[in-house]
């Protein structure tokens, strides 16, 4: 079946040091997408970049499609980037699959 | 921004019996999907609906689960009976899948389903 590993699993960072999260997956996707969640909450769309480089804010995400890889670089991390970050990718059979998210913890 | 609806964020009921999660997905969206997570634990896929019918589940979607859309109302996932492995977060998801190949995926707040 499809497959999406994500890593690291967890991170722990001082505030102001930037994070590197990284997702692979195992056959061609057509699109990727990058999603945050707090403990409980619900899922929040941080970045569609089905191949490339696409900016937002302090978020950074670089698919190389042939590669089969999407990077996620936070830079300066703040207390409130505390959550998991879960890639998504979809193939051509029409549905999204996750993987099991990089949790992330930022100290002051 | 888009946004898809859930009713109820909570359903607390008893084994065995019969529930119904409701999603009000974003309008035009074609694609819509469920997801269960068990607290802290991965966004598990359980089916995607497009034009009245299923078109893929995984085998998390038991056969007491069932999906409808009648005449473009909500978008329901029915659990009949539960089971107490069912008590998870209920996650509905809506996706466009306009000509420009926009797939972007669109997520309710989740229905918390608690079986006891």
């Known amino acids: 079946g499809q497959q999406v590993q994500q890593s690291p699993a967890s991170l722990v960072l001082q505030e102001g040091e930037n994070a590197e999260l990284q997702c692979n997956f195992s056959s061609t996707a057509t699109q990727l997408q990058w999603f945050y969640q707090r403990p409980g909450g619900s899922l929040v769309s941080l970045l569609y970049n089905p191949s490339g480089t696409k900016h937002t804010g302090r978020l950074t995400s670089t698919t190389v499609t042939k590669e089969r890889r999407s990077s996620l670089h936070i830079s300066s991390s703040q207390i409130t980037d505390s959550g998991t970050y879960f890639c998504a990718m979809i193939t051509g059979y029409q549905n999204f699959y996750f993987g099991k998210g990089t949790s992330l913890t930022v100290i002051p | 921004g888009p946004k898809v609806l859930q009713i109820p964020s909570h359903q607390i009921i008893d084994m065995g019996q019969m529930v119904t999660l409701n999603c009000d997905p974003v309008s035009n969206h074609l694609y819509f999907y469920w997801y269960k997570q068990i607290l802290g634990q991965q966004m598990e896929f359980l089916v995607n609906?497009?034009?009245?019918?299923?078109?893929?589940k995984s085998k998390l979607f038991k056969d007491q689960f069932s999906v409808e859309r009648p005449d473009g109302s909500y978008f329901t996932l029915k659990i009949q009976p539960t089971a107490l492995e069912d008590s998870a977060v209920y996650f509905c998801a809506s996706s466009p899948r306009d000509r420009a190949a926009n797939e972007r995926l669109f997520f309710g707040h989740g229905t918390k389903l608690s079986v006891l």
């Open positions: 609906f497009y034009n009245g019918k299923v078109m893929e």
